[in-house]
């Protein structure tokens, strides 16, 4: 019946999307697999319940933004970082709390991810990146458990440190990405990055060849 319609109408709309540059959503990411996207390796299709949920972060994010441009705190919303060579990104809004200025990311998240009582450690990265490109100081994390509209804030201040190792990364997978090197499996990757991973065959069919080529 109209499961099925809705679920090619979202299979489709993923087919549409193909990476062509690194963003700030990639820091986190397996190295390996932002490669073999940027290469256009032949990947699974998307779930389209993925398509659905990242549709609801969306709303969510919408909701979360009329609000507080009713409390008169936002300055900018889809706020495109400014132009560098090595990275693009959005971030969701920059706001005013008592004239300081706080770049602001609405995450919608599942109750074990809210509950944790600890941001998402990749969410920590995208925010430190704005902070850097936007020359701000503070930046906030708003979560919203998606099973029960919850709301959970963390206040991250800027960490110059940390931003520099993140351009390292980045910097040193642009180097592997211009000169054909495919990256190593993390040592550290999580289980779950590779069974969600849709380039998990060419991973594997790459470590094969490498091993016989050792
Ligand atoms: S399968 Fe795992 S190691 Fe391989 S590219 Fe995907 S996430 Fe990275």
């Not at 963003?23 to 256009?40: E, H, M, N, Q, T």
């Amino acid at each position: 019946m109209i499961k099925e319609l809705i679920n090619e109408f979202y299979s489709a709309k993923g087919k549409n999307r193909e990476k062509t540059a690194f963003y700030v959503s990639d820091a986190g990411r397996c190295p390996r697999a932002i490669w073999f996207s940027l290469k256009k390796y032949p990947k699974k299709p998307t779930d389209p319940r993925f398509m659905r949920v990242f549709e609801h972060g969306n709303h969510t994010h919408m909701r979360i933004m009329s609000v507080l441009f009713s409390l008169g705190l936002v300055n900018a919303v889809e706020v495109t970082i400014p132009e560098n060579e090595i990275i693009h990104g959005r971030a969701d809004a920059v706001i005013s709390i008592h004239g300081e200025p706080h770049v602001v990311e609405v995450k919608s998240v599942n109750s074990i991810k809210f509950k944790k009582g600890e941001p998402d450690a990749d969410h920590i990265k995208q925010l430190q990146l704005y902070l850097h490109f936007f020359k701000i100081k503070k930046g906030i994390l708003l979560y919203e458990n998606k099973d029960t509209q919850e709301l959970k804030e963390y206040v991250i201040d800027y960490n110059e440190n940390f931003v520099k190792n993140l351009l390292v990364f980045f910097n040193g997978l642009k180097e592997k990405v211009d000169k054909g090197i495919i990256p190593e499996i993390p040592k550290d990757i999580e289980d779950w990055r590779c069974e969600y991973c849709p380039y998990i065959e060419s991973c594997e069919k790459a470590q094969e060849e490498n091993k016989n080529i050792e």
